[in-house]
């Protein structure tokens, strides 16, 4: 009798192998290895921008290389999770997103950089909930959209009226801080949902309407900070005043610039070594890369991010399920308006809106939310493989 047990728990746990092995071998390989690709020059690019100033010489490359190793980790479990069960717990994830940011406009709130967006854990430590705000809104606009109404194939109007008021409810709440960056890429979110869930035309008319005179408003009734009218001031006429609201804009510029075809190599960009453009671990990540890996090591990057982008786009094409259809699309649309906002900044051609590039920039929050959007399109991945296996 125990041999009997004993051999069917070696056959069961054969099985399991097997399946985690067949799991494996469904991953979009290409889409880690471009994932990887970028976190590694991401790290590279950190420690160029922080070895002269940071903390230990090594401090920031060393928690960002801990950040990425946990993101890792959240990657992992997402993707172990069936997208379909992720759909049952899209309210749970909600609505601990809005505690966060409940918890970041109440007294534990901390101000960085002008945005009350963040929470202090001690130790040099912060979490900032908006980034985690992403994923729950994605997930509950999905869940909510993914249900078409009888004898159609469009979403019912409840379920887009309910969507429409948890965004709000969610950008109002960012916009609280304030974080504009932030609430633009929750506005792209929801209006990428609505689109992919076929939403009918004169829902996304009248939206469009609706944010043009909100946008209007902001700007005729002065809502904005200072900071962020300066941003919008610099963007306009970047020369109205190099050494005042100006500077970010013109030594970016001057940094993108001076990096040429080749670069000037790795460690050795005397803008990123004189710190000239602030934020440049960050929010101006891409300078550094312009000016250490020229415009080849640039172009790079921006096709490494261009793959990820296309191979969220297969996985969103080939899935069958309205839900997973959703996400992975919505998921695309946010990387890719994140990436084109923050290179675009680096650039002149889009005002600083303080966005950082996924998977190159410093971070930790946001480091956490990427990677977890990727575990998400590689479990959307793996169970449509299976479905066809």
Not at 280 to 293: L, W
Request: glycine share 12%; proline share 4%.
């Amino acid at each position: 009798m125990a041999e009997r047990v004993l051999r069917s728990g070696r056959r069961g746990y054969g099985r399991r192998m097997v399946g985690a092995q067949s799991s494996l071998w469904r991953l979009d390989g290409v889409l880690l290895v471009a994932v990887a690709a970028l976190s590694v020059v991401g790290t590279l690019l950190v420690w160029s921008s922080t070895r002269t100033w940071a903390p230990g010489s090594t401090g920031l490359v060393k928690k960002h290389m801990l950040n990425l190793g946990i993101g890792v980790v959240l990657c992992a479990m997402t993707t172990a999770v069936d997208h379909r069960a992720m759909r049952a717990y899209a309210p749970l994830v909600f609505l601990l997103s809005l505690v966060g940011l409940g918890l970041v406009i109440s007294p534990l709130g901390a101000t960085i950089n002008g945005s009350h967006s963040w929470i202090l854990l001690g130790g040099g430590f912060a979490v900032q909930p908006s980034e985690f705000a992403k994923l729950g809104l994605l997930l509950i606009l999905a869940m909510l959209l993914a249900q078409p109404a009888e004898g159609s194939d469009r979403p019912r109007t409840f379920d887009v009226v309910l969507a429409l008021c948890v965004a709000a409810l969610t950008l109002g709440m960012v916009m609280l801080q304030p974080d504009l960056g932030t609430a633009l890429v929750l506005a792209v979110i929801t209006a990428a949902a609505l689109i992919i869930g076929g939403v009918r035309k004169r829902w996304i008319v009248g939206l469009t309407l609706v944010a043009a005179t909100g946008v209007f408003l902001v700007f005729r009734l002065q809502l904005l900070e200072p900071y962020q009218i300066a941003r919008f001031t610099a963007f306009l006429d970047p020369g109205v005043d190099p050494r005042g609201v100006g500077y970010n804009s013109t030594q970016s510029l001057i940094a993108i610039g001076s990096g040429g075809l080749f670069g000037k190599g790795w460690l050795h960009g005397g803008q990123t070594t004189g710190r000239f453009v602030p934020e440049q671990h960050t929010d101006f990540i891409f300078t550094v890369a312009g000016e250490e890996f020229g415009f080849l090591g640039s172009v790079t990057i921006v096709l490494l991010l261009g793959v990820v982008l296309l191979r969220g786009l297969r996985i969103a094409r080939q899935c069958d399920d309205r839900f997973g259809t959703l996400v992975a699309g919505t998921i695309v649309c946010w990387f890719a308006f994140q990436t084109f906002v923050n290179i675009g900044m680096t650039i002149g051609i889009m005002p600083i809106t303080g966005l950082p590039l996924p998977f190159v920039s410093y971070g930790g929050t946001a480091t956490f939310a990427n990677l977890i959007a990727v575990g998400l399109l590689q479990s959307i991945r793996i169970r449509e493989q299976q479905q066809y296996a």
